[in-house]
């Protein structure tokens, strides 16, 4: 932990106190120290999180509020700071956490569809809508299977910096300008780098989606560029 970190803070509560402590969750993080701002989660599909910004020196906690059953599914073991009674100790010695992977499956299905959406948004013009996508497309596919390959926890494009060193480079080449040539080379160097990546997966290609949607982006950048 250094000064950059943020704090994750799970509270475990009985679900008789249910309406109540979700009534209250703002009024209990003002009472752990300087409050400057707060909002729920239901952005990143967690309405149970709290998030929050204490000062004056800033540090960003993350309060999640969840009832002894929910402490099962979990994505890691939390340290327990305080307990009443050893109901939370309990469930984490009988079940283990667990990170949901990226099915290569499911990517594939998705893939050249997205492939296909941002040549039109780069036919249009729409470059920000582009741009916007191929850091989808690095969040979703690229870096969770780069860290993956890496030995890693496949966490969107979390600390690739440190565990991906040997495909920074072609990683670099995804993100693109505001441009339409270096949109396009940064859509075909997505592509090439999933290419890649799939590889020695056990799938179903869909060829000619990939076929139809490459074609497609290479002629509206033919086009473009007479």
């Known amino acids: 932990m250094d000064e950059y970190s943020d704090l994750d803070l799970i509270i475990v509560y009985n679900y ?3 309406n109540e402590i979700m009534e209250q969750r703002f009024r209990i993080a003002e009472r752990l120290g300087n409050l ?10 967690e309405p149970r999180l709290l998030i929050c910004l204490y000062g004056p020196a800033p540090l960003h906690v993350d309060l999640k509020f969840v009832q002894l059953e929910e402490l099962e599914s979990r994505v890691e073991n939390p340290l327990i700071l305080w307990e009443r009674g050893s109901g939370i100790a309990t469930i984490l010695s009988k079940t283990s956490p667990s990170l949901p992977f990226p099915q290569p499956q499911w990517i594939e299905d998705r893939f050249w569809v997205w492939v296909h ?3 039109t948004k780069l036919g249009r013009g729409e470059l920000f809508e582009l741009i916007d996508t191929l850091t989808f497309m690095r969040n979703v596919v690229l870096g969770p299977l780069v860290l993956i390959r890496n030995g890693h ?7 690739l910096e440190k565990y991906a ?16 040539e270096s949109c396009y080379h940064a859509l075909k160097n997505t592509i090439k780098m999933y290419q890649r990546l799939r590889q020695g997966s056990e799938i179903v290609p869909r060829k000619e989606a990939e076929r139809v949607s490459i074609e497609f982006l290479d002629g509206i950048y033919s086009g473009q560029s007479q």
């Not at 701002?37 to 239901?42: I, L, N, Q, R, V």
């Not at 926890?153 to 600390?159: A, H, L, N």
Request: charged share 25%; hydrophobic share 35%.
């Open 165 to 180: 060193l040997k495909e920074l480079e072609e990683l670099k080449c995804t993100i693109p300008i505001h441009s339409f």
């Open 117 to 119: 959406y941002c040549a």
């Open 36 to 45: 400057l701002s707060a909002f729920t989660g239901e952005h990143v599909g």
């Open 153 to 159: 926890s496949p966490r969107g494009v979390r600390k």
């Open 16 to 18: 008789a106190f249910r």
